[in-house]
C-alpha cells in the first residue's frame, strides 16, 4: 500500500519561505499526477498546485502563482512545494495527494490536465503537514 508523507510544515512570519515534501512509501509511487492541497481552519479543501508525470506540466491555483513552485525528483520517489513570499492567508493544512498512472490508464483519465482532476478522484492521501504564517 503507498503511503504519502508530507514534511516541511512550520510556523514561518510574513514574507518567509518554506518547502514542503511529500514522501511516497512502501512501494514506489508510479503516479500520474501529485496535487498539493490545503485545508484552512472552517474551510473547504482547496487545490494549490499539481504535476503530470508524463510531461511535468504544472498547474498552479490563482491563490500561489507567482510564489509557489512545484517540483519533483523522481529518485527519490518526492514531489516539493517551494512556497515563498508567504501570507497569513496561506496558514493551512497542506495535504499531497496522488492519482496511480494504472488506474489513470484503466479509467481513461491519462490524457487530462492536472487541475481538473477532482479531490474525489485522486487515490491516495497523505496525513498533511500544518503551516502557519503569524507574526
Known amino acids: 500500500q503507498v503511503q504519502l508523507v508530507e514534511s516541511g510544515g512550520g510556523l514561518v512570519q510574513p514574507g518567509g519561505s518554506l518547502r514542503l515534501s511529500c514522501a511516497a512509501s512502501?512501494?514506489?509511487?508510479?503516479?500520474?499526477?501529485i496535487g498539493w492541497f490545503r485545508q484552512a481552519p472552517g474551510k473547504e479543501r482547496e487545490g494549490v498546485s499539481c504535476?503530470?508525470?508524463?510531461?511535468?506540466?504544472?498547474y498552479y491555483a490563482d491563490s500561489g502563482k507567482g510564489r509557489f513552485t512545484i517540483s519533483r525528483d523522481n529518485t527519490k520517489n518526492t514531489v516539493y512545494l517551494q512556497m515563498n513570499s508567504l501570507k497569513p492567508e496561506d496558514t493551512a493544512v497542506y495535504y499531497c495527494?496522488?492519482?496511480?498512472?494504472?488506474?489513470?490508464?484503466?479509467?481513461?483519465?491519462?490524457?487530462?490536465?492536472?487541475?481538473?482532476?477532482?479531490?474525489?478522484?485522486?487515490?491516495?492521501w497523505g496525513q498533511g503537514t500544518r503551516v502557519t504564517v503569524s507574526s
Open positions: 495527494a496522488a492519482i496511480d498512472s494504472l488506474i489513470a490508464i484503466r479509467d481513461k483519465l491519462d490524457k487530462r490536465p492536472c487541475h481538473q482532476f477532482q479531490t474525489y478522484e485522486y487515490n491516495y
Open positions: 512502501g512501494f514506489p509511487l508510479n503516479y500520474y499526477v
Open positions: 504535476i503530470t508525470s508524463s510531461d511535468g506540466s504544472t
